[in-house]
């Protein structure tokens, strides 16, 4: 592959991470002050800052505007997963996506530090000490959780089986990590007690193919709606 | 739920210090939730969480100070009272 060709396949890579960790910031910040206890709250506002700082910092080796890369493209060139763009009222849906996410990103974040070491392996090494803790507080909540004792475990399960493919999906412009990442979920649910029927590849033509789910819409214009009352204004 | 008590220490030779409560399911969950709630800005490099159920709560009326022996109050009166007298007699 050319330089450039390569230099563009990275710049994919990094516009699709930062798509997603933007969309999963913006989620996290939904359930401040609704989370189901205080401390809760507290760590999942938390770790939804760290993954806005991620978009901030991956949307600025792309850009020198990144208000307006992040928030005001046509939706077909957002590169964003649908498991980072679906709207997660309930909360076994919202810890269910964190499980599957942030194992998920941990993938994504060697891949980028293997792919560009000069331009990514410093923001890729802080990040992932970041990283760390939101896979350390999913995996201590869903081994709580879906504890065969506790109520629950059904609800939850559930949810993780329902966002299966979408989880698988995130992988499609990542494809030899994908093994990897199923491990690494089946390893904490078989400790659970319980096992995922996974898709034998990422499924293909969603969001990294600029295709975007129901929720995008929705999703876009909660994100925009301090800006579209000013868009010219200065922060 | 239980509540655990939180302790933080800086660097140095500051002695831990209660820096407030918080509620988990059990001890792990505890020291997960303890970082996000108490630690995020660098507040403390080391920190311990006690359950409430193991504090030994002391008796008020224990603790309430002997009425009858104010020479044990190192408050300063006693010297000040004296100063006053000396500077006006």
């Known amino acids: ?27 996290w910040s939904e359930w401040i002050c609704v989370a189901p206890f205080l401390e809760e709250d507290l760590a999942v506002c938390s770790i939804g ?82 990283e760390r803790y939101h896979r350390t507080h999913a995996v201590s909540m869903v081994e709580r959780l879906a504890d065969p004792g506790a ?37 904490v649910m078989d400790g659970c007690g319980h096992s995922l029927r996974w898709p034998a590849e990422p499924p293909t033509g969603q969001g990294r193919a600029g295709v975007r789910s129901s929720h995008f819409e929705a999703l876009q214009r909660r994100l925009n709606a301090v800006v579209d009352l000013d868009p010219s204004a200065t922060w | 739920m239980k509540v655990y008590e939180v302790f933080l220490k800086k660097a140095g030779k500051d002695p831990f210090v209660h820096a407030g409560s918080l509620e988990a399911s059990d001890d792990e969950l505890a020291a997960v939730l303890g970082r996000e709630s108490y630690a995020r800005r660098g507040e403390g490099q080391e920190m311990w969480l006690v359950a409430r159920d193991h504090l030994i709560e002391v008796d008020v009326e224990l603790l309430a100070a002997n009425a009858d022996k104010p020479h044990r109050r190192n408050d300063g009166a006693m010297v000040a009272e004296h100063r006053r007298h000396q500077r006006d007699p």
Request: with cysteine.
């Open chain 1, 49 to 130: 800052q760290d993954e806005l700082g991620h978009a901030q910092a991956l949307y600025s080796l792309l850009t020198d505007d990144v208000d307006r890369l992040a928030l005001r493209r046509a939706p077909g060139d957002y590169r964003s997963g649908w498991l980072c763009e679906l709207a997660t009222p309930a909360w076994e849906d919202a810890l269910a996506r964190h499980f599957l996410y942030d194992l998920g990103e941990e993938e994504r974040w060697l891949a980028l530090a293997d792919s560009d070491p000069d331009r990514l392996g410093g923001l890729a090494a802080q990040a992932q000490r970041e």
């Open chain 1, 1 to 27: 592959m050319t330089a450039a060709g390569q230099s563009r396949e990275v710049d994919a890579l990094v516009l699709a991470t930062a798509d997603d960790e933007m969309m999963m910031g913006h989620q």
């Open chain 1, 151 to 187: 109520a629950s475990r059904a609800r939850l399960l559930n949810a993780i089986d329902r966002l299966v493919p979408l989880a698988a999906a995130q992988f499609d412009d990542l494809p030899a990590a994908y093994p990897r990442f199923r491990t690494t979920v089946d390893a």
